[in-house]
């Protein structure tokens, strides 16, 4: 089979073979901090609740108004809301 010069340098497994599956490491957990990074004055970390719909609105509106992929902004993503809140 052929090698190729970009997949040969990734961490990733031939398709064919055996990988067992969960964490790649448990103890990575402890790694995790327990307090957010501090924000700017004026900014403050919220955690949003997606079953009000008026939260996943604001969630909405969000990325629907600012998450672009296109460098000149002609192409954005507009995901629905019932899809935000799967």
């Known amino acids: 089979m052929h090698r190729h010069a970009f997949w040969s ?3 990733v497994t031939d398709a064919r ?3 067992d599956c969960g964490p790649v490491a448990e103890e ?3 790694a995790v ?3 957010p ?3 700017p004055d004026g900014y403050c970390w919220c955690t949003v609740d997606m079953t009000s719909a008026v939260q996943a609105q604001e969630v909405f509106s969000l990325l629907a108004g600012n998450y672009v992929e296109a460098d000149d902004a002609t192409f954005r993503f507009k995901y629905s ?3 935000l809140t799967w």
């Open 28 to 30: 990575d957990d402890k």
């Open 17 to 19: 073979s055996e990988v």
């Open 37 to 39: 990074f501090p924000l």
């Open 9 to 11: 340098t990734q961490p």
């Open 33 to 35: 901090r327990a307090d």
């Open 81 to 83: 809301v019932p899809f």
